[in-house]
């Protein structure tokens, strides 16, 4: 017993009590900062920077759809962009997820864009089956750790489950490879109606830095209504968490 007594000692309170202000290390890559006014030729400049083409070479707007943040803009143009550590960044709209120059404030949740029996069936217990479309395993790793002791998402009924038979949706991480685009069509026809889609991560959002490839397939995206989606690149459990309970108006 002592020893128990010791180890939960040393290690300490790991369970974050408060998911909305949990304060995250600085160095964290979250919602970014563009001044306004900047001169169009250091924009222009960072836009070709832009591993993934996310900024607007034009008006300097940068879509974290298609950010996989790896801070080369703040980096090389610091008087323009800068990321804070600000994890609440997902949407209800794929609109929102382009940051324009002088909002430098949370562009917050449109939960009116939210259907209604999304959170009148869901708010109280949100089962979904995750699906890795050609997924290179972080954001997998990362919904994991979604479930565990520390951010325990479970508290509020919202977990993963092996079959889209007994969930309420799915959450697509990957591109969406030709391989698994067949695969992620059968999944979300054997999952009962209503089903909310959920895109977690850059890849899924925007198809990332294999966006235009042929080995991608993205139709499924295309033509299907997605009710959330989570930037990043892999997205923080906090950042999925938080949009979770945005979602369901928790």
């Known amino acids: 017993m002592r020893k128990e007594l010791r180890i939960l000692s040393d290690h300490g309170l790991q369970y974050v009590p408060d998911l909305?202000?949990?304060?995250?290390?600085?160095?964290?890559?979250?919602?970014?900062?563009?001044t306004a006014g900047g001169a169009p030729s250091r924009i222009k400049a960072a836009a070709a920077l832009c591993p993934a083409g996310a900024i607007d070479k034009h008006s300097g707007s940068l879509d974290l759809g298609k950010c996989v943040f790896c801070n080369e803009c703040a980096l090389n143009f610091p008087e323009i962009f800068r990321f804070t550590?600000?994890?609440?960044?997902?949407?209800?709209?794929?609109?929102?997820?382009?940051?324009?120059?002088?909002?430098?404030?949370?562009?917050?949740?449109?939960?009116?864009?939210?259907?209604?029996?999304?959170?009148?069936?869901?708010?109280?217990?949100?089962?979904?089956?995750?699906?890795?479309?050609?997924?290179?395993?972080?954001?997998?790793?990362?919904?994991?750790?979604?479930?565990?002791?520390?951010?325990?998402?479970?508290?509020?009924?919202?977990e993963f489950v092996a079959s889209p038979r007994?969930?309420?949706?799915?959450?697509?991480?990957?591109?969406?490879?030709?391989?698994?685009?067949?695969?992620?069509?059968?999944?979300?026809?054997?999952?009962?109606?209503?089903?909310?889609i959920i895109l977690c991560g850059t890849d899924a959002i925007s198809g990332g830095l294999f966006a235009g490839s042929p080995a991608i397939k993205r139709d499924f995206i295309e033509k299907h209504h997605v009710d959330l989606f989570v930037p990043g690149n892999p997205a923080h459990p906090l950042t999925f968490i938080n949009g979770l309970m945005d979602m369901l108006g928790i």
Not at 20 to 34: K, Y
Not at 172 to 195: C, D, Q, R, W
């Open 20 to 34: 909305r202000n949990q304060p995250v290390s600085e160095r964290f890559r979250g919602r970014p900062v563009i």
């Open 85 to 158: 550590n600000d994890y609440r960044i997902a949407a209800s709209k794929r609109e929102d997820l382009v940051v324009k120059p002088g909002n430098n404030g949370s562009p917050g949740f449109d939960g009116k864009a939210v259907r209604q029996e999304v959170r009148r069936l869901f708010k109280r217990s949100l089962k979904l089956r995750q699906v890795s479309a050609g997924g290179d395993n972080s954001c997998e790793m990362e919904l994991n750790a979604a479930g565990n002791v520390n951010f325990d998402m479970g508290r509020y009924g919202i």
């Open 166 to 196: 007994h969930a309420d949706g799915i959450v697509i991480t990957g591109p969406v490879s030709e391989n698994m685009a067949e695969a992620l069509e059968i999944t979300y026809k054997a999952t009962p109606s209503p089903k909310v």
